[in-house]
């Protein structure tokens, strides 16, 4: 319960996975000053529908479009979340299954690097 009230020091963190293995021990980077869990569950969740997408081509079973996505594609996990961090297993099947909107990919929105390169610009 105390993961959902309290941020840890610097907000929460998102660790963004290669499942192709390119970059070392599979992490691309994390990304954190999150200001809450449901902030931090929210881009988890539309960057992996993001991925999935980039990976679905004309034609692919929902099948292949997961074959796709665990060859190429780059999952993401909310760190110091426990049971309470949004999980890509468990929706994995519905996002092969059915295209995102273009909302629904939209992580960068989400993203809270935004607002610290719009305040620089200020």
Known sequence: ??????????????????????????????????????????????????????????????????QAWFAYGEDAEVLEAGENGWRSANELDDFAAHRASEMERDWRALDPRRSDDEDEVE
């Open 1 to 66: 319960m105390s993961e959902t009230l309290f941020a840890p020091e610097g907000g929460w963190r998102v660790r963004i996975i290669d499942l192709s293995g390119g970059a070392e021990d599979n992490i691309v980077e994390e990304i954190g000053g999150f200001p809450d869990l449901i902030h931090a569950n929210a881009f988890a969740r539309a960057y992996v529908r993001d991925s999935i997408e980039r990976c679905r081509s004309a034609g692919l079973s929902p099948k292949e479009v997961l």
